[in-house]
């Protein structure tokens, strides 16, 4: 291997991260890591969710990883409907999603009804890109 992937390999298990949101019913789930430089990079490696519809009509959810704030291009997103008194969670493992050089990652979720509660998670490393 080479350096540069030697430094990626040992980045990847000490420089990790983790951050949660779990507001209040009817309250968007936002979430942010801080960026430790410019030319630090964020990778996600997993996101957890979960989205419980207490009363509301169905409703669809939508889950994203954006770049440098919740109005920022969106570098993932997925969809979600749950029904009348259901509930969703899961956990997105292995996704090995980069951000940009210097912005961080924020996760969040749409706007919910006000009997929905959403909550999201998310772990990752980062990359301090010394010599790249």
């Known amino acids: 291997m080479s350096k540069r992937d030697d ?8 420089n990790r991260w983790s951050t949660r949101s779990a507001p209040a019913a ?5 979430t942010n890591v801080a960026i430790e430089g410019p030319k ?4 996600v490696t997993s996101l957890s969710y979960s989205i419980k519809n207490t009363t509301a009509a169905a409703v ?7 770049d440098a704030s919740i109005g920022g291009s969106v570098l993932v997103d997925w969809d979600f409907i749950v029904a009348t008194g259901a509930a ?10 980069p951000g940009l050089r210097g ?5 969040s979720m749409t706007a919910p009804a006000s009997s929905v509660v959403q909550k999201i998670a998310a772990a990752g490393w980062t990359d301090q890109m010394v010599n790249g």
């Open 26 to 30: 009817g309250t968007t789930a936002v």
């Open 40 to 43: 630090a990079r964020q990778s």
């Open 7 to 14: 430094e990626l390999m040992i980045a990847s298990l000490t």
């Open 88 to 97: 969703v969670e899961g956990t997105f493992a292995n996704l090995d999603l």
């Open 60 to 66: 669809t959810v939508t889950a994203q990883v954006s």
């Open 103 to 107: 912005s961080p990652l924020v996760f």
